[in-house]
């Protein structure tokens, strides 16, 4: 299990994008952190990292390694399978759902399976929900995903 939480920036650079999924979304608030704050990405690699015994997001890809900072969260899904692998495992499969109000992911649903899909080396797939006006993600103050990685052991 992996889980990422990222609040919109509130003071985002001019002409800065939210980075969701593996995907830019032009139009569309920011969030603020330490990468690029793709929080479907990121759930995704700690989700991977998890579940092969590697640890967690911020003990491997932490706001102390600034070799990472601003890094693109498919990067950091890559570079989690990578380990993965090199731990003796191959990836099954990992399932994501991000929880917010925008973006709408469902016309750009295949097209974010494909993007993580490929950095993972394996298949992903993504669903969204809201929370009907609840919490944080309800109140439009940030974005949160949550994710399922399948490791096999190779051995």
Known sequence: MGVDVHAYD?????GAALRLAGLVWPGERPLAGHSDADVAAHAA???LLSA???????AVFGVDRPEWAGAAGVELVA???RQVRAAGFEVGNVVVQVVGNRPRIGPRRAEAEAALSAAAGAQVAVSATTTDGLGLTGRGEGI???ATALVVPTG
Do not use: C, V
């Open 144 to 146: 949160a995903a949550l």
């Open 52 to 58: 092969a015994g590697l640890g967690d997001l911020g």
């Open 45 to 47: 690699a700690e989700a």
């Open 10 to 14: 509130p003071d985002p650079a001019p």
């Open 79 to 81: 570079e989690a399978a």
